[in-house]
């Protein structure tokens, strides 16, 4: 049997050495061991250490990625559904106001400049 770390060792505190960590996140990211196979294969003391390691040393963290895995129940996703229908509703509304203006200085300018600057309708296109 290889040793990669401390095995075998009671004492504590106890210190592990950056390339057996970075062996046994290895073998947790890539799915042969869980990280409390991990724990029990190789000795490792505390419960959370494994996980410190993958987060300090696994591909996703060096990446400088984040996994956020959270629960998000039925209503917590009607409640957001009802704040999006209602943040639509706002922007078609002032989309429609947007227009209203629009359509009032158009006309504005029209009257006071006496020229026509909406496209006519029922004109023929030229071929």
């Known amino acids: 049997m290889i040793k990669l770390g401390n095995e075998g060792t009671k004492s504590a505190p106890r210190f592990y050495s950056l390339a057996f960590k970075k062996r046994v996140v290895q073998e947790v990211e890539s799915g042969l061991l869980t990280r409390n196979t991990a724990r029990s294969k ?6 959370t250490t494994v996980l410190k390691w993958c987060r300090k040393y696994g591909k996703l963290y060096n990446l ?3 996994v956020n895995i959270s629960m998000i129940t039925e209503t917590d996703e ?3 559904l009802k704040r999006r229908i209602r943040l639509l509703e706002e922007a078609l509304s002032n989309a429609h106001l947007k227009i209203e203006a629009q359509e009032l200085m158009i006309s504005l300018a029209e009257e006071k400049y ?7 309708t029922g004109t023929k296109q030229p071929s």
């Not at 190789?42 to 419960?47: F, L, P, R, V």
């Not at 006496?114 to 006519?120: E, F, L, T, V, W």
């Open 64 to 66: 400088g990625l984040k």
């Open 78 to 80: 009607k409640e957001a």
């Open 114 to 120: 006496s020229i026509d600057m909406r496209k006519k």
């Open 42 to 47: 190789y000795n490792i003391g505390g419960k």
